[in-house]
Nanobody, 112 residues
Framework: QVKLVESGGGLVQPGGSLRLTCSAS????????LGWYRQVPGKMHEVVAVISSVRGTTYGSSVRGRFTISRDNANNAVYLQMDRLKPEDTAVYYC??????WGQGTQVTVSS
């Protein structure tokens, strides 16, 4: 089974940027849908962004216009460019493939 590993999280000031990377252990060519989700302790997973070969690209309402998801089949990776970060973006961010495979998550903290 393909494994997903997230990286790129960390501490950033409000208004700053981060780029998350989801690296797959094998080809991602066959995945229809690749996405980023986030979770805050005590709350359910929230959809951040999804890129689908069938439905195109969708974003959660709270990040639309600030975050950009992209897919790189040649390097078996999915990226999440996060700009104009806000404290409420603080969460553990997870990568997902076809709602079947999850990474271990990477912490993003937005704080001054």
């Amino acid at each position: 089974q393909v494994k997903l590993v997230e990286s790129g999280g960390g501490l950033v000031q409000p208004g700053g940027s981060l780029r998350l990377t989801c690296s797959a252990s094998d080809t991602i060519d066959n995945f229809v849908s690749l996405g980023w989700y986030r979770q805050v302790p005590g709350k359910m997973h929230e959809v951040v962004a999804v890129i689908s070969s069938v439905r195109g690209t969708t974003y959660g309402s709270s990040v639309r216009g600030r975050f950009t998801i992209s897919r790189d089949n040649a390097n078996n990776a999915v990226y999440l460019q996060m700009d104009r970060l806000k404290p409420e973006d603080t969460a553990v961010y997870y990568c997902n493939a076809d709602m079947k495979i999850w990474g271990q998550g990477t912490q993003v903290t937005v704080s001054s």
